[in-house]
Every structure is written in C-alpha cells, then in structure tokens.
Nanobody, 123 residues
Framework: VQLQASGGGLVQAGGSLRLSCAAS????????MGWFRQAPGKEREFVAS????????YYADSVKGRFTISRDNAKNTMYLQMNSLKPEDTAVYYC?????????????????WGQGTQVTVSS
C-alpha cells in the first residue's frame, strides 16, 4: 500500500482545512488508518484513527470536537476535516495505515506512512 497525503496549507486561526490520504492497492479496506502530526521540535503524535469499516473512530483530546476523520473505501481515500483550527495545530500531518489492528492505529505499530502535508495556522 502506498499513501499520498494532500490538502495542507496556510489558514488563519478559526479556519478549516480538509486533508486527504489516497491509497493505492486493492486491500485498502483491510487497514485501520489514521492521522499523526509532528510539530517542529516535538515528537510525532496521534491525531485520529478510523477502523477498516469506518464504524469506529478515535481522537486525541486536543482535537476532539474540532476534527472529523472519515474514509471512502470505494475511492481508497481517507479524510480529515479540520475545523476551528488553532495555531497549536500547526504541524506536518502524516497519514498511516496498519493491518495489525482492525480498529485503530498506534505509533510504533504502523505498516505504512504517507509523505506528510504541512498545515500552518496563523494567529
């Protein structure tokens, strides 16, 4: 599986962005997927995950209520709708996939990474 993240950019605080992660391969629907982010000088952190069916989602407390993760298995694409963005959301966002769990992704147990897309939120 190859993952291609897109949709990042520069937005003012309070604004919105939608990230996409397009996957190649016929087994996209077999993978739990998610988003991580890494700000300069900080460790990569979990943002959100979605089960292979899309029926279960998990969010970091810092984004709960503002971000929504979804997937379209027919299009081999995962999304992250980010609303009410804050300057502290500024980071490179990475999409990830794992076949080790049907429900969520965990740092250290990722099988595939996307290349990352920069999100910058100005105050």
């Amino acid at each position: 599986v190859q993952l291609q993240a897109s949709g990042g950019g520069l937005v003012q605080a309070g604004g919105s962005l939608r990230l996409s992660c397009a996957a190649s391969g016929r087994t996209f629907s077999s993978y739990a997927m998610g988003w991580f982010r890494q700000a300069p000088g900080k460790e990569r952190e979990f943002v959100a995950s979605i089960s292979w069916s899309g029926g279960s989602t998990y969010y970091a407390d810092s984004v709960k209520g503002r971000f929504t993760i979804s997937r379209d298995n027919a299009k081999n694409t995962m999304y992250l709708q980010m609303n009410s963005l804050k300057p502290e959301d500024t980071a490179v966002y990475y999409c990830a996939a794992t076949i080790r769990s049907p429900t969520t992704v965990v740092l250290g147990r990722i099988d595939y990474w996307g290349q990352g897309t920069q999100v910058t939120v100005s105050s």
